[in-house]
């Protein structure tokens, strides 16, 4: 009965990463539909952001169910639901993390940002047609600040029009 019950969570979770990824490709196709041929760079820019972040929640959402699952199965042992624990309170720790630094980043004047962070990089994608260079140190002074990270080497900002 227990091998049951974490086949079947794991078949629904498999099965909402199916329907999540179903309804991206729809809504992207209907969002490149509704703008039609007339695309210009601004709205495939602002598309962009919005496709990723919308990308990112999904992903995450996924990911909470996914640790949620372990934590609530009454067969995952000790150490799995520590460890689901912990990867799950390191997520939102992560997902905070990036949303200050892009809130700080708008605040320096730019219209639109992403900004990821793995274990090794940090990635900001700025709508910007291109950075100078007093632009970009603003920008790593804001991501140094706010991630304790000394080293400009894992940083990488890309602007994109």
Same mark, same amino acid.
Do not use: C, H, P, W
């Given at each position: 009965m227990k091998?049951? @019950?974490?086949i079947i969570i794991l078949s629904a979770i498999v099965l909402l990463l199916?329907?999540?990824? !179903?309804? $991206?490709?729809?809504l992207n196709n209907s969002v490149s539909n509704s @703008?039609?041929? $007339? $695309?210009? /760079? =601004? *709205?495939? @820019? +602002? =598309? !962009?952001? +919005?496709? !990723?972040?919308?990308?990112r929640e999904s992903t995450r959402d996924q990911e909470?169910?996914?640790?949620d699952a372990i934590i609530a199965n009454e067969t995952s042992s000790e150490a799995a639901i520590k460890t689901a624990e912990d990867a799950r309170l390191s997520l939102v720790k992560q997902m905070d993390q990036e949303l200050v630094v892009e809130g700080l980043i708008k605040a320096k004047?730019?219209? /639109?940002c992403v900004v990821t962070i793995s274990a090794e990089n940090v990635n900001a994608v700025v709508k910007a047609k291109q950075?100078? +260079? @007093?632009?970009? +140190? *603003?920008i790593v002074s804001v991501i140094q600040n706010q991630l304790g990270i000394d080293s400009i080497e894992?940083?990488?900002?890309?602007p994109i029009e």
């Open positions: 091998k049951r @019950t974490k199916g329907v999540t990824g !179903y309804l $991206n490709v729809v @703008t039609g041929n $007339n $695309n210009n /760079d =601004s *709205q495939t @820019t +602002a =598309s !962009y952001f +919005a496709s !990723y972040r919308n990308d909470m169910l996914y640790y004047g730019f219209d /639109d950075l100078n +260079a @007093t632009e970009v +140190a *603003q894992n940083i990488k900002i890309i």
